[in-house]
């Protein structure tokens, strides 16, 4: 699972392998993304499930503020490449492959419900507003 390149991304360019990006500027260092912004790296990897296993480790560490430790700069924090690389190889070294894809498979449904219910909250939000137009 520990297969993977990481740069700085340069808008405009495209990946043929399969990447995902993460924020290296600001307190939201280290969050994952699927689509990029000007201040991210990208991770490409070789293969589907490397990438999707990289992408929900890198949210968890994120969810646990592990980046945050790294942050430098006084007005706009950042995380260096070199930095981001070794917390995600530190968290790759401490898992266990196969606890690992447990807790991915997880993460995937409590994301996907955390998605519905966003949906919920927009349909009930829209129906107060329409309700208050009658």
């Given amino acids: ?13 495209v990946y043929n392998t399969p990447h995902f ?3 290296s500027k600001g307190l939201n260092s ?12 990208v991770i490409t990897t070789a293969a589907e499930p490397t990438r999707e296993s990289l992408y929900y480790l890198c949210l968890s560490l994120k969810t646990g503020q ?3 430790y790294y942050l430098k700069g006084s007005v706009i924090p950042f995380i260096s490449i070199s930095d981001a690389k070794r917390v995600i190889n ?4 401490n898992n266990q492959e196969q606890q690992w894809l447990i807790k991915v498979e997880k993460l995937k449904k409590i994301n996907a419900f955390e ?6 909250l927009s349909t009930i939000k829209q129906l107060k507003i329409a309700l208050l137009r009658s």
Avoid at 90 to 93: I, K, N, S, T, Y
Avoid at 115 to 120: A, D, H, I, P, T
């Fill in 66 to 68: 592990f980046f945050s």
């Fill in 115 to 120: 998605e519905n219910l966003k949906q919920q």
């Fill in 21 to 23: 990006f993460i924020l």
């Fill in 30 to 41: 280290g969050r994952p993304m699927n689509q990029p912004c000007p201040n991210c790296f």
């Fill in 90 to 93: 530190e968290a790759l070294q």
């Fill in 1 to 13: 699972m520990s297969n993977f390149e990481i740069k700085t991304h340069q808008p405009g360019r």
